[in-house]
């Protein structure tokens, strides 16, 4: 028996909504608002599967920044600078939306010595799962200490930004070590994923933006750093002019080529291919990172009703 008018137009309906651009989720707050019928639809858990997987990838909803300082002595640990990442720990999860799941705290301190001269750095990773702190591992890190900046997780691996040499600490989750991997004397930097899916960095040099990859060892050949590209956009044709402008790469979207940059008078996302630039924020001088807030927003009976 072939279906009726009614399903028939529920389908296409349901169909058209799928294309509605999740970064807009007012589109879809309005559709659910028009008639019952298309309430039904969009609060269905089916609509809701398939949307993030026609989309595949969270939109950005909003971002949260900070102001970098001095953390204070943390009960317990001791340090003066520190940064998290939160991890989901859900087994072959594809975390396009996932929420509400088991996760990992990995907590990255550094500590400082006499004169100023930070010698160590720590980890310890929280399980919600067991509900408890690992024990902490140690990594001589010279004179450098950890930014706020955020992390990014290739594979097994966690990468956090070291300051004034602006060298990677690397923590291997399975192994549960640090290490730390050097890296040319760039400001304005944040590690990224290379093209060919290992580990780099995009930064600033002289209004422009670069981007480097870390070469991958062959042989008896040691790996290094190479200079990638030097994207064909200079920032002064793209942002607002200002006498004194000083750029910085201070976030990323992970999974996708879109960048934060902050600069003196505002702060702006970046699109490295399609070079589309937006401004999201004011100028702030004191902005340290930018974490994007990402996740689609698909509305539910309860949301709409009350």
């Not at 705290?105 to 010595?113: D, I, L, R, S």
């Not at 291919?273 to 927003?297: C, D, E, I, M, T």
């Amino acid at each position: 028996m072939a279906p009726s008018l009614p399903v028939l137009l529920d389908e296409l309906v349901e169909e058209i909504f799928l294309h509605l651009p999740p970064d807009e989720p007012a589109y879809l707050i309005h559709a659910a608002l028009v008639c019952k019928p298309w309430l039904h639809i969009l609060s269905n858990p089916g609509f809701r599967r398939r949307y993030i997987e026609f989309h595949q990838s969270p939109p950005v909803l909003g971002y949260i920044h900070n102001i970098y300082q001095s953390t204070g002595p943390i009960p317990r640990y001791p340090c003066d600078y520190a940064n998290a990442a939160v991890l989901c720990a859900v087994d072959g999860c594809d975390h396009l939306d996932c929420h509400g799941g088991p996760f990992r705290v990995v907590f990255v301190g550094t500590e400082v010595g006499g004169g100023g001269v930070v010698n160590l750095a720590w980890v310890t990773v929280y399980s919600s799962e067991i509900g408890v702190w690992s024990s902490r591992t140690f990594v001589n890190i010279d004179t450098y200490y950890i930014k706020g900046k955020p992390s990014l997780l290739i594979g097994d691996d966690l990468y956090f930004t070291l300051e004034y040499c602006l060298n990677i600490l690397k923590y291997d989750l399975n192994a549960h070590a640090l290490s730390v991997i050097d890296s040319p004397c760039v400001v304005g930097t944040i590690v990224n994923i290379a093209e060919d899916g290992g580990l780099g960095f995009i930064c600033v040099l002289d209004e422009s933006i670069y981007t480097w990859s870390l070469s991958r060892a062959s042989g008896e050949s040691v790996a290094g750093w190479e200079k990638a590209q030097k994207l064909v956009m200079e920032l002064g044709t793209m942002l607002p002019s200002h006498p004194s402008r000083l750029s910085e790469v201070v976030g990323l979207v992970e999974g996708t080529d879109t960048v934060f940059i902050n600069s003196m008078v505002g702060v702006f996302t970046l699109s490295l291919k399609s070079r589309q630039v937006k401004k999201v924020g004011h100028g702030q001088q004191g902005y340290n990172a930018v974490l994007p807030y990402r996740s689609f927003y698909i509305p539910d009976r309860y949301e709409v009703i009350t």
